[in-house]
């Protein structure tokens, strides 16, 4: 069993950065695909990115690219998220999750996912 635990959320202005970090426990890391997800009040939970278990390869959605990058650390068991030039529209709570994965697989649905963290949020003001 995979225990997550993000961390690094809070109020930020509208232009500026967070770093997530979503800390793992309980299970082999770098067996798992890792991603990020976030849902805001009265939306479905989306995608936000995910990273390959080597960490060599990543996917971001199209509403974060060029502005968010997903990164993981294997010796530390830690999967991050640095967000910048963050927009009200990021506002959310965000969530990581872990998958079993192939090596080189970069999974983007959510379903695919076995354990999730209980999130953190992140406030934008405008």
């Known amino acids: 069993q995979v225990q997550l635990i993000e961390s690094g959320g809070g109020l930020v202005q509208a232009g500026g950065s967070l770093r997530l970090s979503c800390a793992a426990s309980g299970g082999t890391f770098s067996s798992y695909g890792m991603g990020w997800f976030r849902q805001a009040p009265g939306k479905e939970r989306e995608f936000v990115a995910a990273?390959?278990?080597?960490?060599?390869?990543?996917s971001n959605a199209d509403s974060v690219k060029g502005r968010f990058t997903i990164s993981r650390d294997n010796a530390q068991n830690t999967v991050y998220l640095q967000m910048n030039s963050l927009k009200p529209d990021d506002a959310a709570v965000y969530y990581c999750?872990?998958?079993?994965?192939?090596?080189?697989?970069?999974?983007?649905?959510?379903?695919?996912?076995?354990?999730w963290g209980q999130g953190t949020e992140v406030t934008v003001s405008s």
């Open positions: 999750a872990a998958a079993r994965v192939g090596y080189l697989t970069v999974e983007r649905r959510d379903f695919e996912y076995d354990y």
């Open positions: 990273i390959s278990r080597s960490g060599h390869s990543t």
